[in-house]
């Protein structure tokens, strides 16, 4: 495939598809949460269609000046334990070791990292790569930010060469929306993929937790980078918010999934926008989330509808697996707290419920479902 070199577009001011009175009107919303993009991805945006999919992705909108929600919705900063590491679950640490991406999200929940005051992001990792060498139960490592494969690739090769000599460290995943983003930066850097073909073993391999969140993202282009991962033995699976007014109609989510899986790109997670402050056009109730992807999930084959529906909460990965008329069900897929893992949570049912915090407690059936099981036999 020809290789466009790919311009990176800061400025708001510049963008030409924009009118002059269009630019001029959301600039204020660009000063307070930045604008990141780059000319291949503006390139898929059909700029006669107000509501086209990528534009809703990376062009700032009036809304995002509504007050709504918090800068840091799930309290990441209570998960630091070194400078530029989390580590909220037992078996699994964060690096943040970037701190800009290929473009960025409008309703992206770190936007904060983004803002100039912030320090979270720490290029050398070596305090995180110290905490996790002395603590044997942490067996995966995320590398995010930020995007991790927005690294020049000898950065990439030292924190990954280092996370290797650790020998209970056996996964190693990358969050990236970079195939979605620039899928040349994949493309056209053979270091890239040697580094991951030395690294991604038959024993310990390199995951990729992709960031598709529409299907129109799912270019030849980024089928091809996709494909070159897949080639230098990267597992790549992808997980995605649901937005209004982007994907959450079942028809362009099935379309997403099967498109997905049918590239050899398995759907992970899918999660409730985060009440993260400048998302007020994006975040749509959980009920209504639910019920779009349980629709979605009746268009999509098996190996689709693996996928879980998670709100990324303080206390941990929290699923909903079911809806009647009175109540929402909800288990916790992952726990912050070991006294949580598996716990199954009954609530009252509330149509404009965006958060776990928004909702009122039934009852609690008993304390995890390995507890349940056992009562229950
Ligand atoms: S790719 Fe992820 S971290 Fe980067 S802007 Fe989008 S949501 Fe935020």
């Known amino acids: 495939m020809s290789e466009p070199r790919i311009k990176y577009r800061i400025n708001l001011k510049k963008i030409e598809q924009l009118s002059v009175s269009q630019r001029t009107e959301l600039l204020p919303v660009a000063q307070k949460f930045k604008f990141r993009a780059n000319d291949y991805y503006l390139s898929l945006i059909n700029w006669d269609d107000p509501d086209d999919p990528i534009r809703r992705i990376v062009i700032p909108q009036e809304g995002e000046l509504e007050p709504f929600g918090r800068l840091d919705a799930s309290n990441e900063e209570s998960n630091y334990v070194a400078a530029g590491c989390q580590h909220k679950y037992k078996d699994t640490a964060l690096l943040l070791c970037n701190e800009v991406c290929g473009a960025y999200c409008r309703f992206c929940f770190r936007k904060r990292l983004f803002q100039d005051n912030n320090h979270e992001v720490l290029y050398d990792v070596t305090p995180g790569i110290e905490y996790i060498a002395a603590h044997p139960e942490i067996s995966n490592v995320l590398l995010t930010g930020g995007d991790p494969l927005m690294l020049k690739t000898e950065q990439l090769e030292d924190i990954i060469s280092r996370l290797r000599e650790i020998d209970h460290v056996s996964i190693i995943r990358l969050g990236s929306k970079i195939p979605a983003f620039n899928p040349y930066r994949i493309i056209n850097d053979p270091k890239l993929l040697a580094l991951f073909k030395k690294y991604s073993t038959r024993e310990k391999r390199i995951y990729v937790m992709a960031h598709f969140n529409h299907p129109n993202e799912l ?22 918010p649901i937005i209004g007014g982007l994907n959450d109609s079942p028809e362009i989510l099935a379309e997403l999934m099967n498109k997905l899986s049918y590239a050899g790109v398995p759907p992970y997670y899918f999660f409730q926008c985060r009440p993260t402050e400048g998302n007020a ?97």
């Open 219 to 240: 270019t030849e282009v980024s089928r091809e980078g996709l494909d070159l991962l897949m080639q230098a033995g990267v597992i790549t699976v992808n997980q995605t």
């Open 281 to 377: 056009p994006f975040d749509i109730p959980l009920v209504k989330t639910f019920r779009v992807i349980e629709e979605a999930k009746r268009l999509v084959s098996g190996l689709a509808k693996r996928i879980r529906f998670v709100m990324s909460h303080e206390l941990g990965k929290i699923e909903m697996v079911g809806l009647t008329d009175q109540h929402i069900y909800l288990r916790f897929h992952r726990a912050r707290y070991s006294a949580d893992e598996g716990r199954f949570m009954i609530f009252q049912r509330n149509d404009q419920a965006f958060w776990l915090d928004d909702l009122s407690p039934v009852n609690e059936i008993p304390v995890s479902v390995s507890e349940y099981c056992l009562q229950a036999s």
